[in-house]
């Protein structure tokens, strides 16, 4: 039988995109096949349009997977300075935000660009508008797609997760994984902001808009950055990252004065009449203190509060406890969490061990990183280890 390519990808992502590259570079005949009218509409919108292409000290500490050391194989082969190598080699200006993390100065084009350019130079076929829908296999593998049924030697599913279905995220990745025999973890939306209960919402809604800088904790995992009260509940770089620990209706806990020890304003506050409010506001913004202190401290007036009820303030301050009712779900969520499960796959190589020749790459997998550019450095490492190896 002829073979229309060495290598089909399925999925024009970041990690499809790389992998082909890769593939490509070393003389195999690749054809991408996108769903979409175009490739890359993530990397596109990513970070604010400007893209957060990596973390300059992504390490195996940044993801989360059911086997926290299936990345690290990937992770070391290509790693951040490979892709920053690659973003200077195009002449893409950049800058680090903040936490390592690394941006494009004016536009998250350039990154598109750049891979485009590479496609091209690797000879990588790309074809949009091609909606796989089913994958068979008997000496090749038979990829169904739009009224075709092409052939090919090597299989790539790179379809991503399940995060903004109307940028054209599907379940294929999945639905191809369980089809050929291989586990699935459970999978969640994640880097999401919560949702307050109708209770909650009448009381904290009002504070959207409201920003401040906390330590976020669920079980054993923190994060210290802002908190952003939104009209629907909480958001913000803190929220996100925990909510990738968060399991539904379990509580967080949040510290709103990090490192500040204020019994002794307290006391002080008491004695001179200030009061709670205004004593807080020196550290937090007003119109939080007021709501706050309503919904968490008992109503008598500061002169009457003993030394336990200042320490009870003090706690409730370094420990403020919170229970979302949920997340606003895969429409807002940047990643899933969970998916194909890396057990069944080479670390080094992102091949199958039950179906060889047939690789999972990118978000489909069982590895979700942090927020900061951690999961287009999954998405390259992983892409590129593939496209070494297809
Ligand atoms: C709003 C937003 C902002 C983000 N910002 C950042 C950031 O700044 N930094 C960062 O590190 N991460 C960011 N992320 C996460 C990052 O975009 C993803 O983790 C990354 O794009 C995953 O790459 P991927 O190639 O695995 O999947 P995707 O980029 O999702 O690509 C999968 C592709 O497969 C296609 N596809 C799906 N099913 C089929 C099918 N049946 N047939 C053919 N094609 C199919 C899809 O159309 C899609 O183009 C952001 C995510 C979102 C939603």
Not at 15 to 28: D, H, N, S, T, V
Not at 47 to 73: I, L, M, W
Not at 98 to 125: N, P
Not at 354 to 380: I, R, S
Request: aromatic fraction near 8%; proline fraction near 4%.
């Amino acid at each position: 039988m002829v073979l229309d390519k060495d290598v089909i990808v399925i999925g024009g992502g970041a990690a499809g995109l790389m992998c082909a590259i890769e593939a490509g570079k070393r003389g195999r005949s690749v054809l991408v096949l996108e769903r979409s009218e175009k490739i890359g509409k993530k990397i596109l919108i990513s970070g604010g349009g400007r893209c957060n292409f990596t973390n300059r000290d992504a390490s195996p500490r940044n993801f989360v997977s059911r086997n926290p050391h299936f990345c690290k194989s990937a992770l070391a082969r290509f790693t951040p300075q490979d892709f920053i190598s690659l973003v200077e080699k195009y002449g893409v200006a950049y800058h680090e935000k903040k936490l390592g993390q690394l941006f494009c100065d004016l536009s998250s084009d350039e990154i598109m660009h750049l891979l485009e350019e590479e496609c091209k130079a690797a000879k990588v076929e790309v074809r949009v508008n091609c909606n796989v829908s089913k994958i068979e296999r008997n000496d090749h593998f038979q990829t169904h797609v739009n009224d075709e049924i092409l052939s090919s030697r090597s299989l790539v599913i790179a379809t991503g997760g399940r995060s903004i279905p109307k940028m054209g995220a599907t379940s294929f990745g999945y639905e191809t994984a369980k089809h050929f025999g291989l586990g699935i973890v459970t999978t969640r939306p994640a880097l999401v902001p919560f949702t307050w209960d109708s209770h909650d919402l009448k009381i904290y809604g009002e504070l959207a808009g409201v920003s401040l800088d906390a330590i976020v904790r669920c079980g054993n995992k923190e994060f210290r950055e802002n908190i952003l009260f939104t009209h629907k509940g909480l958001s913000g770089p803190a929220i996100l990252q925990i909510s990738s620990y968060w399991q539904n209706r379990h509580p967080i806990f949040i510290d709103l004065l990090p490192e500040k020890d204020v019994m002794d304003e307290l006391a002080q506050a008491r004695k001179s009449g200030i009061g709670l409010v205004g004593a807080l506001s020196k550290h937090l913004p007003r119109r939080f203190v007021q709501i706050w202190c309503e919904q968490n401290v008992p109503a008598k007036p500061m002169s009457h509060c003993t030394g336990k009820d200042l320490k009870a303030i003090s706690d409730c301050l370094h420990r403020w406890q919170v229970t979302p009712n949920g997340t606003e779900g895969y429409d807002k969520a940047e990643v899933t969490i969970g998916g194909v499960d890396t057990k069944d796959f080479s670390s080094q190589t992102m091949e199958c061990k039950k179906v060889p020749a047939l690789y999972f790459v990118g978000e489909v997998m069982d590895v979700t990183g942090h927020l900061g550019g951690y999961n287009f450095q999954w998405a390259w490492s992983s892409g590129f280890a593939a496209g070494q190896a297809v």
